[in-house]
């Protein structure tokens, strides 16, 4: 199956600060990425989302970059807030391209 | 709220009942998805419906998983004889028709076997 899986478990960054979370994507044939926060006792929240036709794309104070050649997504967060707290999921859609496939998480902690 | 919406919240049970949960999709919505959720982990892709028809099922459920939506509506997923591997997350999305359509989550069944 599907391997979705981030470089690191947790990150802290102090209030104001840009945050950068990372995934990696293990199925070539993906063509849509989303990230999701997620806050305790809830479920995924979209954040962003980006199709294999594009390389970046911004929302408000969130950017996703892909990198198709090495098969990597991040998440850039611009002067993180402490409700920015949560923890991040990367999904990428796989070979049918109808069911999602998740990585483990980044915890995000917010130090204000 | 127009969001999707998962019955009950909670739900503690003991091995070996049978317990069933229920999902609301948002109502222009035509596909839903069925996930499950240990700690720590993301959630794994069950099942899913598109309008009344099941689609794709994961080798993650077993036969005591059954999934049903029969009116193109709301789901229920019914776990029969629960074991205690069972306890986890159940998270229901929902979603319009397409390669890439952004899938909006529910808050979640939380299930516990003793």
């Known amino acids: 199956g599907e391997s979705v899986g981030l470089h690191l478990p947790t990150l802290s960054v102090q209030e104001g600060d840009n945050s950068i979370i990372n995934c990696a994507y293990s199925?070539?044939?993906?063509?849509?990425f989303i990230w999701y926060k997620q806050e305790s006792g809830k479920g995924p929240q979209f954040i962003i989302d980006?199709?294999?036709?594009?390389d970046k794309r911004q929302g408000q104070r969130v950017t996703v970059l892909l990198n198709k050649t090495v098969k990597h997504l991040s998440l850039q967060i611009a002067a993180t807030q402490p409700g920015d707290s949560a923890v991040y999921f990367c999904?990428?859609?796989?070979?049918?391209?109808?069911?999602?496939?998740f990585g483990t998480g980044t915890s995000l902690t917010v130090i204000p | 709220d127009t969001g999707v919406s998962q019955d009950p919240r909670h739900k503690i049970t003991k091995r070996g009942q049978n317990v069933t949960f229920r999902c609301d999709p948002i109502?222009?919505?035509?596909?839903l998805y069925w996930y499950r959720q240990t700690l720590g982990q993301g959630p794994e892709f069950l099942t899913y419906?598109?309008?009344?028809?099941?689609?794709?099922k994961s080798r993650l459920l077993s036969d005591r998983f059954s999934a049903e939506r029969p009116k193109g509506s709301f789901s229920t997923l019914e776990i029969q004889r629960t074991e205690q591997g069972d306890s986890a997350m159940y998270l229901c999305?929902?979603?319009?028709?397409?390669?890439?359509?952004?899938?909006?989550f529910g808050p979640g069944t939380r299930l516990t076997v003793t």
């Open positions: 199925n070539s044939a993906s063509d849509y």
């Open positions: 419906f598109q309008n009344e028809a099941q689609l794709e």
């Open positions: 999305a929902s979603s319009l028709v397409g390669t890439g359509s952004e899938q909006y």
């Open positions: 109502s222009e919505h035509n596909r």
């Open positions: 980006i199709r294999s036709n594009m």
């Open positions: 999904a990428e859609n796989g070979n049918t391209g109808n069911q999602f496939y």
